[in-house]
């Protein structure tokens, strides 16, 4: 390490539950400061005023030290962190959003990041409007990272539906400053369906802000399908009358952009979903595919994607799904290198890579796992809503679009049962399909029935308790953000406790927190 100078961060300290202790949040070297937006009072409306900064103030756009030998250090600040744990306060986290009271944050697909101009956290997150019925990006503050305020003046949605392209509403944004220009990427449906036909493909739009509060939307999508492996395609669904129909699905989201000074340019990493063939053994099947690929930009606008995408995809005979990596989040190295933290099987996984392609997973992976239980309990007033009356109906219907049959083929039943077993090659259960999945290892934690996350079942119920309540504590939507050169925090989306399947009920915001390897 000869030659090398240490690295120079400010800090401000976040308040953490409990005692005296604090964390380090690194800022931007320059020490231009402006006043705090006004937060939600009970009486006090205010109209947020423009933020004048011309630099780069998001804590992604990570300096590398000086050198005085012009030497380039090839090792990672933080190459694994690991030992994540929630944070005591987020399971979920707080928001006041101008009620006077601090409510559960609810909604998806957290965006965070800690700006040094207003030294603040700033968020923007997706949420249904249940007044207006529309889906959208909603913007808060915080202090420390931890408890939330609504910023007064802003409407509900700060990014809402525009266009008929993005007509089903934004989500899912990523965020940078550069050159005094806030750009917030997002996903957007339905993305020119053909008229008449239902589905919601998906593709990536883009908005622009002088202060990153004002928001002037492109007026047509950035980034849209074009690869084979992104393709949105037509699959039969089932609706509530148990009718088929076809139904359009798939394309390219949840984007992830970092700008790279280095190389004078935007990069993005993306999900494109598509349906694909695989084959195992002498089987041949089809099955949804999640992977993860990669573009460039000169202006944030016009994309050239990546010849080799995709850049990452699920790994077989591990804890992720072959068929499903996604919500990446990327967060750049202090020193170099690339960290992606993603979605898979309803928990969070991370991956180191030098040049942002080659990817080496992190070996404490997964950093956040989903929990599930089940308990085999009598009917009267602890069954489901649909057997308090002393009897379950096993239930096999398949909610999931992704699927050709009306009907699950495995899976529980909802009584405790199953509704049908997995066999090679196509010995694992997604979405009530049997996919291939080579080494698919039976989850039975906390669990004395249901299912067994292979197509099984972990074990059936009694006489005197019949029925198999099952609930579970479900991640996804990663955001990592350094804190302290030491550590990193995960926001992410979480399932309410107690839901029986993503989703159910809404989602939450949460927080993670890890370490950095002495």
Not at 214 to 223: D, M, N, Q, Y
Not at 296 to 312: R, Y
Not at 464 to 485: H, L, M, Q, T
Request: aromatic residues 10%.
């Amino acid at each position: 390490m000869r030659g090398f100078r240490a690295i120079t961060l400010f800090f401000v300290f976040a308040l953490t539950l409990g005692g005296c202790s604090t964390e380090q949040i690194p800022a931007s070297t320059t020490d231009t400061t402006a006043d705090a937006k006004d937060v939600v009072t009970a009486d006090t409306p205010s109209t947020p005023d423009a933020d004048s900064s011309s630099g780069d103030s998001t804590n992604d756009i990570v300096k590398l030290p000086d050198t005085e030998d012009d030497t380039v250090q090839t090792e990672s600040a933080c190459k694994f962190p690991g030992s994540f744990e929630v944070h005591p306060q987020g399971a979920p986290l707080k928001v006041n959003f101008g009620q006077g009271e601090f409510v559960r944050m609810k909604g998806n697909d957290p965006f965070v990041m800690y700006d040094a101009t207003i030294q603040r956290y700033r968020v923007w997150h997706t949420l249904y409007n249940n007044s207006t019925e529309i889906l959208g990006l909603v913007y808060a503050e915080s202090e420390d990272g931890v408890v939330w305020e609504k910023v007064a003046g802003l409407p509900f949605h700060v990014v809402p539906p525009s266009f008929e392209w993005d007509d089903h509403g934004p989500e899912t944004a990523a965020v940078v400053q550069h050159n005094g220009t806030w750009y917030l990427w997002y996903t957007a449906k339905p993305c020119f369906v053909p008229a008449g036909e239902p589905g919601r493909n998906k593709c990536i739009g883009l908005a622009t802000s002088t202060d990153g509060y004002s928001w002037e939307k492109h007026p047509t999508p950035v980034v849209q399908p074009t690869q084979p492996w992104e393709m949105p395609y037509q699959h039969i669904a089932v609706n509530e009358n148990g009718q088929e129909y076809l139904r359009w699905e798939g394309g390219v989201n949840e984007p992830t952009v970092i700008r790279n000074d280095a190389k004078d340019r935007f990069e993005m990493w993306y999900e494109g979903h598509s349906m694909v063939t695989l084959t195992e053994g002498s089987e041949s099947f089809t099955t949804p595919m999640h992977r993860v690929g990669f573009a460039t930009s000169q202006d944030g606008i016009s994309w050239e994607k990546h010849d080799d995408n995709p850049v990452f995809a699920g790994e077989s005979g591990s804890w992720e799904s072959p068929a499903f990596v996604g919500h990446t989040h990327m967060l750049k190295d202090p020193i170099v290198g690339y960290h992606l933290y993603y979605f898979s099987n309803h928990s969070l996984g991370h991956a180191y890579s030098v040049d942002g392609f080659e990817w080496e997973r992190n070996p404490g992976n997964p950093l956040v796992t989903r929990s599930t239980q089940s308990q085999c309990k009598a009917p009267a007033g602890v069954c489901d809503p649909d057997c308090e009356t002393g009897t379950c109906e096993p239930d096999c219907k398949n909610y999931w679009v992704a699927s050709s049959n009306k009907t699950r083929e495995c899976g529980p039943n909802g009584c405790g049962g199953s509704c049908g077993t997995c066999t090679w090659p196509k010995q694992h259960c997604y979405r009530g399909i049997c996919v291939g999945a080579a080494g698919c290892t039976p989850d039975c934690q906390y669990k004395e029935c249901g299912d067994d996350g292979c197509g099984g079942i972990c074990a059936e119920c009694g006489p005197n308790a019949p029925y198999c309540k099952e609930g579970r504590v479900a991640f996804g939507g990663p955001a990592g953000i350094w804190v302290d050169p030491a550590g990193v925090r995960v926001y992410h989306m979480r399932s309410r406790e107690g839901a029986k399947k993503w989703g159910e009920g809404g989602m939450d915001i949460g927080l993670a927190s890890g370490v950095c390897p002495p």
